[in-house]
């Protein structure tokens, strides 16, 4: 199975800065089709996941333009830019070029 | 706008069965692949199976192979989870997943219905 890993586990921002997750796969997340199938999502408390970034840095619908994402191969990050409160959440990492899919451990956004 | 609500969670004895439904909304059911993602209590989220948006193509976890089947009904607007045998290490809240564009990318998510296997 690929095995994504995320760093740091935890990230504590100052409101108004930026922040940057870094997710590493196993193996590289090229698709025989040539999509690179590497998604974001954030999961506020007591929430569902919410999809933020596709195939590596197209952005979700109404997700605001402080979230981008970048990386190629098996190497990939989510940059928040201007971190506001309602940023706290748990990001996600997730592979689905390869069955199974797997996800990254989360990192949790916090601020300081 | 799309909605997913996911039923049929409870509590479960070892070894017993239990079938989850997702009943979608919103958008034409047929046209899209859907998943189910599972998170057990104050862990990280697992992927647990695909199906293709007519039912013919499925994928599974390691984890749960040969005892959770994915089906859907597309006259229903209904995705289900069929969880035999189940172990204590299937607690979790588990979501359904409609994908985005392609059945790769899960796109909007149900809020999530929770299965406890105690006994």
């Known amino acids: 199975d690929v095995v994504m890993t995320q760093t740091p586990l935890s990230s504590p921002v100052t409101l108004g800065q930026s922040a940057s997750i870094s997710c590493r796969s196993s193996?590289?997340?090229?698709?025989?089709?040539?999509?690179?199938?590497l998604s974001w999502f954030q999961q506020r408390p007591g929430q569902p996941p919410r999809l933020l970034i596709y195939?590596?840095?197209n952005r979700f619908s109404g997700v605001p333009d402080r979230f981008s994402g970048s990386g190629a191969g098996t190497d990939f990050t989510l940059k928040i830019s201007r971190v506001e409160a309602e940023d706290v959440a748990v990001y996600y990492c997730?592979?689905?070029?390869?069955?199974?899919?797997?996800f990254g451990q989360g990192t949790k956004l916090e601020i300081k | 706008q799309v909605q997913l609500v996911e039923s049929g969670g409870g509590v479960v004895q070892p070894g017993r069965s239990l079938r989850l439904s997702c009943a979608a909304s919103?958008?034409?059911?047929?046209?899209?692949?859907m998943h189910w993602v599972r998170q057990a209590p104050g862990k990280g989220l697992e992927w647990v199976a695909v199906?293709?948006?007519?039912?013919?193509?499925?994928y599974y976890a390691d984890s749960v192979k040969g005892r959770f089947s994915v089906s859907r009904d597309n006259s229903m607007n209904t995705l289900y989870l069929q969880m035999n045998s189940v172990r204590a290490e299937d607690t979790a809240i588990y979501y359904c997943?409609?994908?985005?564009?392609?059945?790769?990318?899960?796109?909007?998510w149900g809020q999530g219905t929770l299965v406890t296997v105690s006994s």
């Open positions: 997730m592979q689905a070029t390869h069955f199974p899919h797997t």
């Open positions: 997943a409609k994908s985005y564009l392609v059945a790769a990318i899960l796109g909007s």
């Open positions: 919103g958008f034409t059911f047929s046209d899209f692949g």
């Open positions: 193996q590289s997340l090229v698709h025989s089709d040539g999509n690179t199938f």
């Open positions: 199906i293709g948006y007519d039912g013919g193509k499925k």
């Open positions: 195939k590596i840095s």
